[in-house]
């Protein structure tokens, strides 16, 4: 079980701009709003909803590719991205199988 919630930055790592993976994690939510565009949000473990500073568009969000801070492995979208939610949350298959 979880004790706090971690932050996960996220930085851009192909030409495209379009895959992502996780920096080092912090519980401060608002030193990664202040310093990084993206970043995921682990409240359940081994599910995340991506954050972001702007506001991004639809298609900006479904181009991503974003991996699994833990494992590295590309993540998998459970809900579904729309103009009025476009943060989505992921899972982790491979860390989930795991557990």
Do not use: Q
């Not at 833990?70 to 729309?82: S, Y």
Request: glycine share 4%.
């Amino acid at each position: 079980m979880m004790e706090y919630i971690r932050y996960y930055p996220h930085i851009r790592i192909d030409t495209e701009g379009t895959d992502c993976t996780a920096m080092t994690p912090t519980d401060s939510e608002r030193t990664v709003r202040e310093n990084h565009s993206l970043w995921l949000e682990e409240v359940v473990p081994n599910y995340f909803r991506l954050g972001a500073r702007d506001r991004l568009s639809v298609s900006a969000v479904n181009s991503l590719r974003v991996h699994c801070p833990k494992c590295g492995a590309a993540l998998k979208t459970i809900t579904v991205v729309t103009e009025e939610r476009t943060l989505p949350l992921y899972a982790c298959d491979n860390c989930t199988v795991r557990r």
